[in-house]
């Protein structure tokens, strides 16, 4: 038996966003519908390089498929300078849950980046308006292009306002889009106008205010993922439908983890979790008016269901490099 390595262009090539967003959404009704085990993130912290471990595993049932898996990832934001190498690295094992046989070893920073923008997707397919046309995005870093890959997937976006301090990456960003798209350089204020909001910064002191947002946005907070930050002014998820991917997480780490902390937003200002929406078991959007808010924290599920989409399309079109790691054949 053989492990397949799967690289991060395999990875990119092995992940139709279409695929992906399918995958994702299939784990979040897995999880409302108590088919998924997914244990908490659990941390090795070491100051002593200013960095941390990340360990995030678990398994989902999702009818048609099931998989198994585990993803270990840090966050060194020295890297870049003393090492030349990223904030961010993330390996991902994909598992047979039957005979527990590693399937395949993949890149997991690009296994992140789909799963993320994917989940955006599934949280704007239920609660944007069904005509959104434009997108704003705020941080024009590395996730915000898949945050327009997977959003133009489930909407039919044709204008997009880009919003940060680094010229150079909205350059970047305007010359990747704007062929396809009408790209505009904008304000934040007028990012946060647009029908689908997508916020995808590493701020800790927030950057949007009520009054910059739409009568019917749609917010996919993305930024968020660690105590201390914040992208969101608190009366926006206090004024919306607030929609969360995990109760433990978000009120930990996500958009509203300072003001649940400090007790100005509580459990009655969650709306629903995204798999109770999926699974149907609370409605999404039912009006054109009201904003709603998609506070997303990245659960090891979307990982293992990337992973799955990614190995079964690169063992069709036999990608990727097969190792006998366990010397059974």
Do not use: C
């Not at 704003?136 to 976006?157: H, K, L, M, N, W």
């Not at 940060?164 to 704007?178: I, K, L, N, S």
């Not at 029908?195 to 019917?216: A, K, N």
């Not at 649940?260 to 009655?268: A, F, K, M, N």
Request: aromatic share 6%.
């Amino acid at each position: 038996m053989t492990v397949r390595l799967l690289p991060s262009d395999v990875v990119a090539e092995s992940a139709p966003m279409v695929d992906v967003i399918s995958a994702v959404e299939d784990a979040f009704d897995a999880y409302e519908r108590g088919r998924v085990q997914m244990p908490a993130k659990s941390y090795v912290t070491l100051d002593q390089y200013e960095g941390d471990f990340r360990s995030m595993p678990a398994y989902i049932d999702a009818g048609d498929w099931d998989g198994a898996g585990i993803k270990w990832v840090n966050v060194h934001p020295r890297n870049p300078d003393k090492h030349d190498l990223p904030t961010v690295m993330g390996t991902m094992i994909y598992s047979d849950p039957e005979t527990a046989l590693p399937l395949a070893f993949l890149d997991g920073t690009s296994v992140t980046m789909k799963r993320t923008g994917a989940a955006a997707a599934v949280a704007t397919d239920h609660l944007a308006v069904e005509d959104a046309s434009t997108l704003g995005i705020v941080g024009a870093g590395i996730q915000s292009y898949t945050q327009v890959d997977a959003i133009t997937e489930v909407r039919p976006i044709r204008e997009i306002v880009v919003a940060d301090p680094d010229d150079d990456r909205v350059d970047e960003f305007v010359d990747t889009y704007d062929e396809e798209f009408d790209v505009k350089r904008g304000s934040t204020s007028e990012a946060a106008s647009a029908d689908v909001l997508s916020t995808v910064t590493p701020v800790r002191e927030p950057i949007v205010s009520l009054e910059d947002v739409g009568e019917r946005t749609h917010i996919n907070a993305m930024g968020a993922d660690a105590e201390g930050k914040q992208e969101l002014e608190t009366d926006i998820p206090l004024e919306s439908t607030l929609v969360i991917d995990d109760h433990a997480q978000t009120t930990h780490s996500g958009e509203i983890n300072v003001p649940y902390s400090r007790g100005d937003l509580t459990d009655d200002d969650i709306y629903a979790e995204l798999g109770e929406i999926v699974a149907g078991v609370k409605a999404g959007r039912e009006t054109r008016d009201g904003i709603t808010v998609f506070d997303s924290t990245g659960l090891a599920i979307q990982d293992v269901a990337t992973a799955h989409v990614v190995y079964e399309t690169a063992v069709e079109n036999g990608d990727g490099t097969e190792l006998d790691l366990l010397n059974l054949s």
